[in-house]
């Protein structure tokens, strides 16, 4: 069986914002779980560039109306491929191949008579690019949505019979309970359709930046309205109207899109293909608005979260996670540090990562490395049970679009693993010559986490690789199908080590929102600001919220092409070494600091520098005749706090 998946086409009228992001990272989710599945899989994105909004936009900027597109395009293009989204084609609406395909459409609804001419008199909103009745229009002549002036447009029209196909969309909502998805937002289309359908108009002589009309027609001065032309992209991708060559992919199994444009797709779009007698999409998957600490998004608050900001202050694949754990799939969500860092810190670091320290940990000190799985069976059956029952459960979630639920429920395999840790203490075990049972509990803990990062692949795809290469195996439908559906262990293996996947955020990495500041008197402000000069004193918290901890370096390399920087693996006492770079070389060199002491400050938030990662600060003394360590007095152990 085939899958098709979709993200609707973008607006070429501004840069990605964060929605943008999360509709592409849930739809490139169910990608790949498909594909891990084994199903032969489509995924389609790409951008929606005609209309009279782009050719307005196109001519402030001074810009050729192809040209604009081209650009703004290739933003959402080279921002996807730098987020590894996995699309098998990115349809762009100008491509020669769509638009062919549109004018067939076009032709074939003509020729069923479900298109035919007449004359449109309405309120036109430009910016909207959709007309309204007079009765929708704010004080008689403001847009009922964005508010901007409308124009009283009498025109020349070609319509579609929308109001035909009433009858069927409402019998076709009534025989597939989950067309719409969640259930909940199915009532709003349902009682759209009920209260009457009126035809479409679905071309457009005001403007000229659109597909054209079929020759057929010889009717020149019309162009497509642009939601026939968009909504087309989803079959025009598969080679409708030219070659066909992907057509097996259809019917789409979920169109993701923003709840704004659910209408479009669960009554126009259906309409559209029943004229032109094709199979409807399985699903039309709507999920909700992303706000920013609570409040809307707007350019003007400048409170727009930008996807790419975020990636890159915390990682793509960490926000990924962020979206689809935080929100329930329809609901709106939001976005705020405080909420994306709690989860870094006590999902992926503390329940994930240190999972996988503590097997490198356990592994490497008990069995050199080599985790066998023989004795799992023997010992531990009921974690096996607990495990199997949680991974049968997955895969509704996913069908369901649930992710927050799919990740909650995943989650509880840590728990699980973490907890068998807990309850065997493999290293009571190992003190008392109970080497077998030990073993099979740092085993079936591996296996645990094998089978984990399989299903937490279509969201956190490298991140799982790193876990899969270090635990040597690889993630793929193979796999999938041996440990997920056959339930298999891992035999035999090595376990590699790797550096800590999730640092822990301590600070927000990125500028907060502007908020608006409660305002306080000027008297006040000058009070608090006397103060502070006066009394340059700090509590004893304050001093005692830096974590300093005694390190002992054991690798020490210089930085090619810096001058300053050294990079130091330092101990301090934790499952893992840190690593630090630091500002010395120009008074230290690497064997100076091998196997020595020095104070680092531990609860620094990591930052990059020149590319590495740097997760923590040496405390060092300068003056004019140079910098020198701070060290201990005598030597001291690995993380020995400093207070
Ligand atoms: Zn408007």
């Known amino acids: 069986m085939s899958k098709y998946i979709t993200t ?49 936009s196109a001519e402030k900027a001074g ?13 959402f293009k080279n921002l996807w491929d730098e987020f590894g989204i ?29 298109i035919y001419k007449d004359f449109y008199e309405g309120h036109y909103c430009v910016s909207c690019e959709t007309f309204f009745p007079e009765t929708q229009l704010v ?24 109001s035909k196909y009433e009858d069927k969309l409402l019998e076709h909502y009534a025989k597939n309970p989950d067309f719409i998805m969640p259930r909940s937002r199915a009532n709003e289309v349902v009682n759209f359709v009920k209260s009457g359908l009126r035809d479409l108009s679905v071309t457009r002589t005001s403007f000229s930046w659109g597909v054209k009309m079929p020759e057929s027609l010889h009717d020149d001065k019309h162009v497509m309205y642009v939601w026939l032309d968009a909504l087309l992209n989803y079959i025009t991708a598969l ?61 003007s608050k400048g409170n727009v979260v930008s996807p790419k900001e975020v990636a890159d202050a915390y990682g793509v694949e960490n926000l990924r996670y962020f979206m689809l754990r935080e929100v329930p799939f ?24 240190n999972l996988l320290n503590r097997i490198i940990g356990m592994s490497g000190k008990y069995s050199d490395f080599v985790i066998d799985s023989k004795d799992v069976a023997q010992y531990h059956t009921k974690e096996i049970e607990k495990m199997d029952a949680i991974l049968d459960s997955l895969d509704t979630f996913m069908q369901n679009l649930q992710t927050h639920r799919y990740l909650e429920e995943l989650w509880k395999l840590f728990a699980i693993g973490n907890g068998v840790i807990q309850e065997y203490e493999p290293w009571v075990k190992m003190k008392n010559n109970q080497k077998d ?28 690789n790193i876990i899969a290469d270090a635990l040597s195996f690889e993630i793929t439908n193979t796999s999938y199908k041996e440990l997920i559906v056959d339930k298999k262990l891992l035999k035999l293996f090595n376990i590699k080590k790797v550096p800590p996947l999730f640092p822990r955020v301590e600070e927000p990495l990125m500028q907060e929102a502007p908020k608006a500041e409660p305002k306080a008197s000027k008297e006040e402000k000058k009070e608090v600001q006397a103060t502070k000069t006066e009394d340059n004193l700090i509590e004893i918290g304050q001093f005692f919220e830096t974590s300093l901890k005694i390190g002992i370096v054991i690798e020490a390399e210089e930085v090619p092409k810096s001058k300053k920087l050294l990079k130091l693996q330092i101990d301090l006492g934790e499952e893992s070494p840190r690593q630090v770079v630091a500002g010395i070389k120009e008074f230290y060199t690497p064997d100076d600091l091998l196997n020595t002491q020095v104070c680092v400050v531990a609860n620094l938030k990591p930052a990059k520098l020149m590319g590495m990662m740097s997760e923590g600060m040496l405390l060092a003394a300068k003056d ?3 910098l020198c360590l701070i060290r201990p007095e005598k030597p001291k152990k690995a993380g020995t706090p400093i207070g």
């Open 8 to 56: 609707p086409i973008y607006y070429v009228n501004g840069e990605a914002h964060i929605g943008h992001a999360y509709t592409t990272f849930i739809a490139d989710t169910v990608a790949r779980y498909d594909r891990l599945k084994g199903e032969e899989t489509f995924f389609l994105t790409g951008t929606d560039e005609h209309g009279q909004k782009i050719e307005e």
């Open 63 to 75: 810009k050729p109306t192809q040209e604009f597109a081209d650009e703004i395009s290739a933003t």
């Open 86 to 114: 996995s699309y098998d084609k990115f349809i762009r609406t100008t491509d020669e191949e769509h638009k062919k395909g549109v004018q067939k459409a076009f032709e074939v609804m003509f020729a069923k008579v479900d």
């Open 139 to 162: 004080d008689g002549e403001f847009c009922p949505d964005c508010g901007r002036s409308t124009n009283v447009v009498k025109e020349e029209s070609y319509f579609f019979k929308l």
């Open 239 to 299: 080679g409708y109207g030219s070659d066909e060559k992907l057509m097996k992919y259809w019917p789409a199994d979920v169109h993701f899109v923003g709840k704004d444009i659910l209408r479009f797709h669960a009554i126009y779009w259906p309409a559209f293909l029943m004229s032109l007698d094709l199979e409807l999409p399985k699903h039309i998957g709507a999920h909700g608005w992303w706000t920013r600490d609570g409040e809307k998004m707007s350019k």
């Open 330 to 353: 329809g609901q709106d969500g939001d976005f705020s540090q405080r909420a994306f860092i709690d989860r870094i810190n006590s999902e992926l670091s503390n329940d994930l990562g």
């Open 437 to 464: 049972e030990a073993l099979a509990t740092v085993a079936v803990v591996a296996n645990i986490l094998a089978k984990a990062a399989i299903m937490l692949h279509p969201v956190m795809p490298n991140t799982t």
């Open 624 to 626: 004019e005749d140079g």
